[in-house]
């Protein structure tokens, strides 16, 4: 079972994104940390409101995605907070259990990197195309990305279409547009990028 906490306050809010065993008889094992965010700061400034997403790939790889965010009060109408969406690839151990926490460090930061008409990367200082990424991915622990926005929130579930990652994130008002801004992400579950621009096919489950 996977489940995300919302902790701390409106002003410094934090959370968790954890993980528990459930034995053959019903009983919830203790709760364990899927990701480490590190100590960098505003890195825990992060709640986990919504309901995390899991996937088995073909190649029996089991991936957790969970964005961050949250939206309760009247007061996180102004919260300025860092939030950001993160795809993990878990680490099954050979009795079949899973265990270790990962670290960002080890996930492919995605927050700078476009793609162009002709599927090269822009942003990355190392990569110079989509496949060069894809390689990387799949040798690490996963990706993530920092939303651009610093008030845009992901606290709705996640849903998969033809591969595709769908989720929503959600941006307060202010006086002129008190109703706010939502947007729309649809991304590869792989890669973490839109589909391909030339109508190429993106990684199979």
Not at 20 to 25: G, I
């Amino acid at each position: 079972i996977y489940f995300g906490t919302v902790e701390g306050t409106v002003a410094a809010p934090s959370g968790h994104l954890y993980r528990t065993k459930v034995s053959s008889t019903g009983a919830l094992g203790v709760p364990k940390p899927v990701l480490d965010l590190g100590t960098t700061a505003g890195s825990n400034n992060r709640a986990f409101a919504a309901t995390p997403f899991t996937v088995v790939d073909r190649s029996g790889k089991y991936w957790v995605f969970a964005g961050t965010g949250r939206y309760f009060t009247d007061e996180d109408n102004s919260s300025t907070h860092q939030n950001s969406y993160y795809a993990v690839k878990e680490r099954v151990e050979a009795n079949g259990d899973i265990t270790e926490t990962t670290s960002t460090s080890t996930l492919e930061n995605l927050t700078d990197i476009e793609v162009l008409g002709n599927n090269s990367l822009t942003g990355s200082p190392t990569l110079t195309n989509r496949r060069a990424l894809e390689n990387r991915i799949r040798n690490s622990n996963g990706w993530y990305f920092d939303f651009k926005n610093v008030n845009s929130r992901n606290y709705t579930s996640t849903i998969l279409v033809n591969n595709m990652l769908v989720f929503n994130t959600y941006e307060p008002g202010d006086p002129c547009t008190p109703y706010g801004e939502s947007s729309q992400y649809q991304l590869d579950f792989f890669s973490g990028l839109p589909r391909a621009r030339n109508g190429t096919t993106v990684s199979e489950l």
